[in-house]
Nanobody, 119 residues
């Protein structure tokens, strides 16, 4: 059974940082590209970052978070990370870890972790 469990969310002031983690199990983690999705209240999910499988672990980040968020992975620990710096109020929402079905879609995601950026 595929399981993705996010952690690390919380309340942070504007300009602050958080590091999200996603523990993966039930599939060969190193073989799959992974993504972090972001959902605001009342909106559909959008991808903020993606990391490829294999050597090199190429990444892609959305323009809205470029230079502030960094996605990474530890294949030995089956864990995906999202380092979030210089957080802004518009970053408030639920962040999901997702397994890529292909570069544009996802087939599994976790329960999400809430990030609230507010003073």
């Amino acid at each position: 059974e595929v399981q993705l469990v996010e952690s690390g969310g919380g309340l942070v002031q504007p300009g602050g940082s958080l590091r999200l983690s996603c523990a993966a199990s039930g599939f060969p983690f190193s073989h799959y590209g992974m993504s972090w999705l972001f959902q605001r209240p009342g909106k559909g999910p959008e991808r903020v970052a993606m990391i490829h499988s294999g050597w090199g672990h190429g990444t892609t980040t959305a323009d809205s978070v470029k230079g502030r968020f960094t996605i990474s992975r530890d294949d030995a620990q089956n864990t995906l990370y999202l380092q979030m710096n210089n957080l802004k109020p518009e970053d408030t929402g639920v962040y999901y870890c997702a397994r890529n079905r292909d570069p544009d879609t996802w087939d599994y995601w976790g329960q999400g972790t809430q990030v609230t950026v507010s003073s």
